[in-house]
């Protein structure tokens, strides 16, 4: 579609000048989209690899559970549970990853021991303890990545959005305006051309 703007020598600069940055913004955007797939492409395989490790631990720390109960007994565990005293805090940090504002969840444990007695205590638990430990870190890296999949995902799409307006719509545009305006330019000076001849030759029979 023709931008309707007049037909002159500063428009055609104008339009000339701004073609040449729009096709600057594309390649910039093309190359932003290309790297933002791969670093989706690298996050997902990070995350799935996770996924499998998060499952492992998971079947790891319940099954040590299932082993504490089955030594020490359900009344026993149920007391060490609440004479435990372990606080987790988690920290929020925000960073840019690829230009994309992403999270990186840190985890502290801040724990008050000693919660029983270690003489009355089978040491599978203090094992179970350290397992759902490790998965609960686990869970939040998995939470981290995911959530930078669908920041990423969502700049891939708006990024897109934006090159398919670019190479769809302006690009041609300004293209096609650039044409209009240089026709019509070539046609006023062929006709500005002709004037000046036909007065030449007037004043050359006078």
Known sequence: MIIKIPATKTNFLKTKQTLALTEEGYQLLDEKRKILILELQSIQKEAIDL????YISFHQAYKSLIKSIAIMGTTKMEEISLAMNINVNLSVLNKKRMG??????GVDFKEFSPFYSSSEVNVIVDETIA????????????????TALIRIA?????????????EKIHIPNYKETLKFIGERLDEESRESFTMLKIIKEKLERV
């Open 51 to 54: 996924e499998e490790k998060v």
């Open 100 to 105: 994309v504002v992403v999270s990186v969840i």
């Open 154 to 166: 969502k700049e891939i799409q708006k990024t897109i959005r934006k090159v398919n307006a670019l």
């Open 131 to 146: 397992k759902f430990k490790e998965l609960l870190n686990l869970i939040i890296k998995l939470t981290e990545l995911k």
